[in-house]
């Protein structure tokens, strides 16, 4: 604690809002690959791989950002969890790989496009399944003993870290689904509108069976969401949900472009509001907390200095290049 400034919150904070504005920013694109093989036309393709050729690679920085924050301010965290999670992060970074390989290459050949076009949704799905898995491993709990990890190699796999990846590749699908809607025009447009009707109850699905299975994983999970006064606190959570749905399902149903995409980031938001709910404020659940996996302040303010000139020179200049690739993209002529 120094001025009043408690170190440890903050930075888990500056973490956590660099991990969810990867998940807004790069969920999109994911769940994009992902759709690719429901859209077989080439032009269809093409105008989806435009759509999101100007941010793409930037959006990954933010990954970079809450991992590497991870392990400079929390190091104790970092070391406990990555022997963990060792084999969903491996397949995450391969599925990144094999994505951004993919999404060069197939401009530059004829015969082996769709190949490459596999290899962009097969490793979008990875890289999803994977963040989804790890994000459930992380939630059931890690065997610690001491200040290391003690669990087997396959801890990581489990149903409920199943039915988390399961849902996160819903849930990204849905954010692709309504990039579409907000970008293309025409028959891809319509398209688009009739998958995020599905997504759309299949994530709320999602949301309602992970909802009812993360209480059972901890008493400490039940007692944050069930217990006096807590339940008050948790309350509005589910109350936002249902009240974005029913703003979702109308601009879905009035076929307002601009808005489904918007609303389905909002989904996501209080998704992960209700993530910090049952986290904190342990960084390893039921293990560690934030006070305890944290670096020395030192280390802490001075990277702080760093992220407080970082962070926003990437909001800014991530902002200008949504505004100046604003708008809808056509087949053959690009952004309008």
């Known amino acids: 604690m120094i001025a009043g400034i408690d170190l440890a919150t903050l930075w888990a904070f500056i973490i956590a809002f660099a991990v969810f504005v990867y998940v807004v920013m790069d969920g999109f694109d994911l769940g994009l690959g992902m759709l690719f093989p429901l859209f077989p036309a080439k032009a269809d393709r093409d105008v989806m791989m435009n759509s999101v050729a100007p941010v793409w690679d930037g959006n990954e920085t933010w990954l970079v950002l809450g991992g590497g924050g991870l392990m400079a301010a929390f190091p104790l965290a ?22 951004g390989v993919a999404f060069e290459f197939r401009w530059r050949t004829t015969a082996a496009r769709n190949r490459w076009d596999l290899a962009f949704a097969l490793g979008s799905l990875v890289a999803t399944l994977a963040q989804g898995i790890a994000l459930g491993a992380i939630l059931q709990g890690v065997h610690v003993e001491g200040r290391h990890y003690a669990g087997g190699w396959w801890d990581w796999l489990s149903p409920f870290s199943l039915l988390t990846g399961l849902a996160l590749v819903i849930g990204y699908s849905l954010l692709g689904a309504t990039w579409l809607i907000l970008k293309t025009e025409g028959a891809l447009r319509e398209k688009a509108y009739r998958l995020s009707w599905g997504l759309l109850f299949a994530m709320l699905a999602a949301i309602a069976l992970v909802s009812i299975a993360t209480p059972f994983l901890s008493i400490q999970y039940a007692q944050r969401w069930f ?25 879905l149903g009035q076929k307002q472009d601009s808005r489904p995409f918007f609303l389905a980031l909002a989904l996501f938001a209080l998704s992960y509001a209700g993530l910090g709910i049952s986290m904190y404020p342990f960084i390893v659940p039921q293990s560690i907390t934030i006070w305890q996996a944290a670096a020395p302040q030192n280390s802490q303010i001075f990277m702080l200095v760093g992220v407080a000139g970082l962070v926003p020179l990437i909001l800014g200049y991530t902002g200008w290049a949504y505004w100046v690739f604003r708008g809808k993209v056509r087949a053959g002529s690009g952004y309008h």
Request: no cysteine; net charge positive.
């Open 78 to 99: 970092y070391a406990v969890l990555m022997p963990a999670l060792y084999t969903p992060v491996i397949a995450m970074l391969i599925g990144l790989v094999f994505r």
């Open 227 to 251: 217990a006096w006064p807590n339940v008050a606190l948790a309350a509005p959570v589910p109350i936002a949900v249902a009240a974005v749905t029913a703003l979702l399902i109308r601009s």
